[in-house]
Each structure stands twice: as C-alpha cells, then as structure tokens.
C-alpha cells in the first residue's frame, strides 16, 4: 500500500524557515518524481514543486523560486522542502504527491497524496 | 500561464441524479493533458480522471471524463451519497501545471 506522510508542521514567523519532509513506503521511490501541492485555508490546489525520480532535475511555481528549495534522499525514500523567507500567503497545508509513471506527462498527474501538513505565517 | 475556470462554483443535486461539471481553459490544453481530482473535506484530493478522459485505478464506471482543447466535462452518470465533494480539474501541458477554482458539489 503506497503511504506518503508528511511532517514539519509549525508557525513561522514572516521572513522565517521551515522545511517540510514527506516518508514514502509502499512503492520504488527511487522510480517516481514527487511534488509538492498546497492549499491555503479554504482555498484551491496550488501546484508548487516536482522534482525528478533521481533528483537531477527541479521545477517550482514562480510565487516561490528563490525562495524554496525541493530535494530527496532515495535512500531514505524521503522528499523534502525546505521553505525559507516565508510570507503569510505561504500559509497552506502542504501536501506532497507521487507522479503516476515514469513517462513526461505522468510526473504532473499525482496519484497519491499524502495527507498534508499545515504551516502558518504569521506574526 | 493556463488559466482554468470550472462552473459552476456550486451544483447542488439529489442521489441518483446525472452531475456535469465544466472546466474551460484560456488556451488549448494539447494532447488532453487534464486530470480531474475529487477533495472531501479534511481529506487529500484524489485523482479520478487523466488524460481528459482515462479513469485512475480503482475509480467506478459512474465517472468520466471528456473533452479536448479548451473545453472539459466530467460528469457523474449517478450520484452516490459518497460523491459529494469538491472537484478539481487540473491541466499537465505546461508549466505552471494549473488547477481551477473547485466545483463544490452538495446535496439538494
């Protein structure tokens, strides 16, 4: 069974850091890209980060280039994100997804999600 | 940036009744590169169709998925109580890989 669990929940300050860490068991992480997703309060989904199977290659939504980095350890079927020079429309649950194959188009369609964890901004 | 507009906002409708929703995008989303997700509330978001029209693994016939270009439809033949929820359509041809807004469905 594919489990994907986040954690690093917190309040952050504005201008603070946090980085998230999402565990994957049940399938060959090694072999997918993941992404990142978040949801602010009440809001829709937001698309924010993928990185690929072998973590050569990253790709991040415009609202947070420069400010947060996406990064894996395979032998730790583990994905991260670290989030820094945080703002209080970063507040979201942040959800992490497992790319559904192995092919182009599959790494953007999320078949798994985890079940989120919720960060605040906010002084 | 592929903007996605989905309507309507809210549908409400009774068990047993046909659901359509929409998903219109601002440019040509090429080769159907859109999925459709179902979010209950304190859950994570499901994936039900990709590809405009390919149902996921383990996601019941009473859901599909159809279109091409800008304009999508899911529709659900025969509302189950565990069908109401939001729903996303999301587009996978380009950077930034965008959602619409949500269709909240409720019961009538």
């Known amino acids: 069974e594919v489990q994907l669990l986040e954690s690093g929940e917190g309040l952050v300050q504005p201008g603070g850091s946090l980085r998230l860490s999402c565990a994957a068991s049940?399938?060959?992480?090694?072999?997918?890209?993941m992404t990142w997703v978040r949801q602010a309060p009440g809001k829709g989904l937001e698309w924010v980060s993928t990185i690929s199977s072998g973590g050569g290659s990253t790709y991040y939504a415009d609202s947070v280039k420069g400010r947060f980095t996406i990064s894996r350890d395979n032998s730790k079927n583990t994905l991260y994100l670290q989030m820094n020079g945080l703002r209080a429309d970063d507040t979201a649950v942040y959800y992490c997804?497992?790319?559904?194959?192995?092919?182009?188009?599959?790494?953007?369609?999320?078949?798994?999600w985890g079940q989120g964890t919720l960060v605040t901004v906010s002084s | 940036e592929i903007v996605l507009t989905q309507s309507p906002g809210t549908l409400s409708l009774s068990p047993g009744e046909r659901a359509t929703l929409s998903c219109r995008a601002s440019?040509?989303?090429?080769?159907?590169?859109l999925a459709w997700y179902q979010q209950k509330p304190g859950q994570a978001p499901r994936l039900l169709i990709y590809g405009a029209s390919s149902r996921a693994t383990g996601i019941p016939d009473r859901f599909s998925g159809s279109g091409s270009g800008t304009d999508f439809t899911l529709t659900i033949s025969r509302l189950e109580p565990e069908d109401f929820a939001v729903y996303y359509c999301q587009q996978y041809d380009s950077s930034p890989y965008t959602f619409g807004q949500g269709t909240k469905l409720e019961i009538k």
């Open positions: 440019q040509s989303v090429s080769r159907s590169y």
């Open positions: 997804a497992k790319g559904m194959g192995n092919d182009y188009s599959s790494t953007w369609r999320f078949d798994y």
């Open positions: 049940g399938f060959t992480f090694s072999s997918y890209a």
